[in-house]
């Protein structure tokens, strides 16, 4: 069961994780508008898995390997995702601007998310769409618009 600290404490995480993303997905157009689209989405790719072994060099163990056949290997397709989403960034951030990339992207992630936490995709717990839910939706799609147009 999660306590309210522990809420808390991922409230203020996930905050920081999206400054993160804002700077990131602005870095990595930067860095494509410099040397390709491409080129910078396998760069950062890169740069973030020798980042990810460093990290965890004490971590990975003779078990890793074995480990990696346990999970249902759909999981595995974040990763295509993450590339994706850096290539899409890459190419929208400089024609949009970060601000509306970011807003169209929060509301669609939004979107689904409200629809797979009321489904409950891939066996996660369901939390069911409510009126506030729908409120706050529209609210952001309205967000969206008036990024656009401002």
Known sequence: ????????????????????LAIMIRLNATLGEHIGILESSFLVHLVGTI???????????????TNLKKPPK??????FFGVTMVLMGNYVVPKLGLALTISIL?????????????IGVFGLKQFKVTGKRIIGLLLVIMGVLLIFWG
């Open 106 to 118: 929060v509301c669609c992630g939004l979107t689904f998310s409200t629809i797979a936490d009321h």
């Open 1 to 20: 069961m999660t306590t309210k600290a522990q809420k808390h404490i991922a409230i203020v995480s996930s905050m920081f994780a999206g400054a993160g």
């Open 74 to 79: 759909y999981l595995f397709i974040a990763g």
């Open 51 to 65: 980042f990810a072994l460093f990290i965890l060099n004490r971590k990975l163990n003779k078990n890793f390997l």
